[in-house]
């Protein structure tokens, strides 16, 4: 599971800023950037909202993908020289210290950190089975446990409460997927059957439960990905929502609710209870609703990043926070105080979407609020 104004002589200030930041050999730095240093004014002085800092983070390799927060002073990330030498960084951003986490092999990938930011889901490549295990790796202690084995990488993702790590399972021969459901409290794994049609191009490639472990959303590929919504029964998933989809932002407000962009770009609201949907807002790219699920930041097509309240059905007091920036990633921090944004400068637009590389023009920035 994205604030109001700053007007041109901010986004004029913070390009100038941000690129004097690129240029020469690697470094490694934090750039702090009062609001009272951009000359604008916050849009509808409500006091919703309102920019304090924002730091911009620089990394030293070629290699950089954001995870996280691992907690409220300190995000995680895959650095690296090359794909070989990859290790998980946790960076304090108001100074840029570095420490080292783990060392990651070739073919080792980093599926998503918990809610909290203390463990991340880690898909470890098996030579002996030309597969790989799922591992819950502790951030902070250093420790790992399997979940799984014999698996293909799909993302793994965690319910908002932290309780089910969820991911995609085929069968030996490559079909039949299914959703597999890993109860941290229960510490078991629960294997549950998808419709014989979705198989193929139409395979789920994510999927997500519920708090209450009852239900999941699920990403189906194909030429126009879509999202489907769906409970448990016994085994099985019986699918009861289903929409074409833009992106991969979707999440649950509440076990009733969920929140998607819809083919039109619109940041939707739909409840299984009644059937009701909902438009929030507009040329919507991504989302991401705060851990409370009181607040939801957002960002649009135009390069705008938006904060506002959830409010029953809908949204209050959206404000603009950032302008420029083609945000892909939108992160609240634990305690909801803070927000790490990842994207690409409005400037380099026609290029192609943020990679895994840092130097592709891809901005992490961490904005603190009053």
Not at 277 to 291: K, R
Not at 327 to 349: F, I, N
């Amino acid at each position: 599971m994205r604030k109001r104004t700053f007007i041109g002589m901010l986004s004029c200030f913070l390009a100038c800023m941000l690129l004097a930041g690129c240029g020469g050999g690697p470094k490694s730095k934090t750039v702090v950037i009062p609001e009272s240093e951009f000359g604008g004014e916050a849009a509808g002085g409500t006091g919703h909202f309102d920019v304090s800092k924002i730091y911009k983070l620089d990394f030293a390799g070629p290699y950089r993908e954001l995870l996280g927060w691992n907690d409220n002073e300190r995000v995680a990330a895959v650095t690296g020289q090359t794909e070989a030498d990859r290790e998980i960084e946790r960076i304090d951003y108001r100074y840029n210290t570095r420490q080292l986490r783990a060392k990651l092999g070739a073919g080792d990938i980093v599926s998503g950190l918990s809610p909290d930011g203390s463990f991340a889901a880690l898909y470890r490549s098996d030579p002996g089975t030309r597969g790989w295990k799922l591992s819950l790796f502790n951030l902070n202690a250093l420790t790992e446990t399997v979940i799984g084995d014999n698996l293909n990488p799909y993302q793994a993702e965690w319910s908002n409460n932290g309780q089910y790590v969820s991911y995609v399972k085929y069968g030996p021969d490559g079909k039949e997927p299914s959703v597999a459901v890993f109860d941290r409290k229960l510490n078991r794994t629960e294997l549950y059957r998808l419709p014989p049609a979705w198989g193929g191009k139409d395979a789920p490639s994510s999927l997500k439960v519920s708090d209450d472990g009852k239900r999941a959303l699920l990403i189906l590929s194909g030429k126009q990905p879509r999202l489907a919504a769906g409970t448990f029964k016994g085994h099985d998933i019986a699918i009861g929502f289903e929409r074409p989809l833009t992106g991969n932002s979707f999440d649950f407000l509440n076990n009733d609710q969920i929140e998607y962009i819809g083919a039109d770009g619109s940041l939707t609201l739909y409840d299984s209870r009644n059937g009701n949907i909902a438009s929030l807002a507009q040329n919507v790219e991504s989302f991401q609703l705060s851990h409370d699920r009181k607040k939801i930041v957002y960002s649009t097509s135009q390069g705008d990043v938006h904060a506002a309240e959830v409010r029953g059905n809908g949204i209050a007091n959206d404000k603009l926070i950032f302008k420029g920036l083609l945000a892909v990633r939108l992160l609240w921090s634990p305690d909801d105080g803070r927000l790490l944004m990842d994207g690409r400068k409005m400037y380099t637009a026609t290029a192609p979407a943020p990679t895994r590389d840092a130097q592709d023009g891809s901005e992490p920035l961490v904005v603190t609020f009053e």
